[in-house]
């Protein structure tokens, strides 16, 4: 399962996606997370998961990435469905015991799983096409407007970006340290709930000792290299939009504008 978790990982690529700029990146994923939370019905719902169709396509990426990067969250999802489908108010069409299946907590289903997934696909889709240094340049350039009212963008993009550069980094920790318990005779796998939940102690001690010693090793490395913030810094590489971040841009603020203009029509507003 450990292995399924994708999450802060680059997979280099040298497709349309791939040779964005990294700050049109950040706010088209923006815009698209925009366009899930403002449909409230699926015809917007369906026209923003074409957007993110397209953009899967261009980005060369396998299916099986996004399939795999899925395999973690699917217990939250059932769960989260459930609760959503017998806890919703409306026209009862099943009744089991004392819980009913409504029509209204079966679509508020279907459409909370369906923007679930596409929030969880479309932010990875970021992480996936963009290496962790172009990122933290991105999101340092965004935030730089703020740094007049003394807003540390510098210290924040690095923060962010180190915390995404070290999930692969602890989960193949992790997975070394339940390899280890196993082979010592632990049950990690097995038995009750609450005896696999106390088998995860002698798992968290270790990887918090080991989260504890990277970070000080990175701290003292930074400083072994002087490093004192953004403050004067210079840029291996520049980033340099072009024709074609405009265009992605524009297209993306075009399908937002679909998604509204037909959520107000299916709903009567305009």
């Known amino acids: 399962m450990l292995k399924d978790i994708t999450i802060g990982q680059y997979f280099p690529g040298d497709s349309v996606v791939h ?5 049109f990146k950040l706010l088209i994923t923006a815009i698209f997370i925009v366009m899930l939370f403002s449909a409230d019905t699926f015809p917007g719902l369906g026209i923003a998961l074409v957007f993110f169709v397209i ?22 999802i059932i769960i989260t469905s459930i609760l959503n489908i017998f806890f919703i ?53 965004i935030l730089r407007p703020l ?23 602890l989960l193949e920790e992790t997975d070394k340290i339940m390899s280890a318990q196993k082979a ?4 990690l ?3 009750p709930f ?35 913030g953004g403050e004067g810094r210079t840029k291996l590489k520049t980033l340099v939009s072009g024709g074609k971040d405009y265009l992605a841009l524009s297209i993306s603020i075009l399908f937002l504008c679909a998604v509204m203009v037909i959520d107000m029509g299916r709903l009567g507003v305009a």
């Open 189 to 191: 796998d097995s038995g």
């Open 89 to 141: 108010e409306g026209v009862p069409l099943i009744s089991i015991y004392k819980f009913r299946l409504t029509d209204n907590g079966l679509r508020t289903s279907g459409f909370m799983i369906v923007r679930l997934i596409a929030l969880i696909c479309g932010s990875s889709l970021l992480t996936y096409t963009t290496s962790p240094i172009v990122l933290t340049d991105a999101i340092e350039q």
């Open 19 to 23: 040779k964005l700029d990294a700050r």
């Open 184 to 187: 010592r005779g632990a049950e």
């Open 55 to 76: 953009s899967f396509i261009a980005s060369r990426l396998s299916p099986k990435l996004m399939i795999k990067s899925m395999k973690p969250i699917i217990p939250v």
């Open 194 to 228: 609450l005896q696999r939940a106390k088998a995860l102690i002698p798992i968290l001690i270790p990887l918090f000792v080991s989260s504890f010693r990277r970070a000080e090793e990175l701290a003292l490395a930074m400083e072994c290299r002087c490093y004192n």
């Open 147 to 169: 740094t007049k009212i003394k807003f540390p963008a510098h210290e924040l993009a690095m923060m962010m970006t180190i915390a995404l550069r070290f999930i692969p980094t």
